[in-house]
């Protein structure tokens, strides 16, 4: 078995290898360059499963990339707003698809106006008891018709190009811990389970609600097969899902790899405190930047970074699963 972090410009693109299949999870900020990448390392072979874990263009581009390449992929897991959100697409498309010419950034206020009678139209009213998502909506109003709509957009129809070559698979995002497998692959999902029948939103509100809540509905999975160690990768996910018990806890196996959640940013230093198991290695991908990790990632003892925050430079990071052990030729984490 063999675990890989891309040294992608910005964002998370992993493959996992085993004695059977090759799994790719998130594909990076650039949609250009990561088909080399995945082919340096799987060769001519097929992906078996690629996964995009949320629709964050860090983790989404790369994803669109490779769906639009010639790589062979059997299966693609997909989150479910992405086929909920499809009906809005066309309607609201007038309003992003011409974002760029028409609006500068200093006028943010007439483009949330102009947005807000589109949400008066739909009849979207919002209670005072959802007065924190109200204020969320708002102030994301703007990335979600300029970015993460185009983005959904675009996505689906690199999905349509790959109509009768690759399964597509939808998976709905869980408020609560609860272990699902998709078949006989060794993948579990911890906050999502697949749903074969797609409802779209109710209204335009109920859509961007959810769009704003890009990094806790980040899916996560788990890789889980017997006599071998664990992979978790946690995306984004702040693991809201698990719940506020302390005893609460995603559990691992010995020696088990966990991805460093949303970069080994601060607001998921919880993170640390809910995954348990003995000699685990942790693995994070980043941009080049100051911000990150925090002090909770500094504080684990094994760990790796495809850049560190005192170097320039991103590298892959390589490690190998043989006898019983994991090896790797790359440096520990210098942060």
Known sequence: MEFIALPVSKGDSFILKDDKYNYVVDGGFNESGITA????????????????????????NGVIGLIKSTIDINEIWLPS????????????????????????????EELLSEIEDFKEEDGISVSTNKRKKTYRMRANL????????????KLLEACRQRKGKSTIRWFKYN???????????????LNCEEVKVIRPYKSLGA??????LINRMGLVFKYERKKFPNVLFCSDSNFVFTGRRKSNKVYLKEKSIVTAPHHGAEENKNVYKKVIGKSLIYVRSDEQTTLRPCKAYKRLRLKYCTI???????RKVKIKYRSGAWFTMNRPCRC
């Not at 408020?175 to 999902?189: A, D, Q, R």
Request: proline fraction near 2%; charged fraction near 30%; hydrophobic fraction near 30%.
């Open 37 to 60: 990448m995945v082919k340096e390392e799987i060769g001519e072979q097929d992906i078996e499963i690629l996964i995009c874990t949320h629709y964050d263009e860090d983790h989404l």
């Open 81 to 108: 707003i992405f086929a909920g959100a499809e009906g809005y697409l066309d309607e609201y498309s007038a309003l992003f698809d011409n974002y760029e010419s028409e609006y500068e950034d200093e006028n943010d």
């Open 142 to 153: 703007r990335k979600v018709y300029t970015k993460i709509l185009p983005r959904i957009k």
């Open 175 to 189: 408020h609560w811990h609860k272990e699902y497998k998709v078949h006989n692959y060794p993948l579990i999902g």
């Open 207 to 212: 859509l961007i609600l959810d769009l704003t």
């Open 308 to 314: 560190c925050n005192s170097s320039s430079t991103h």
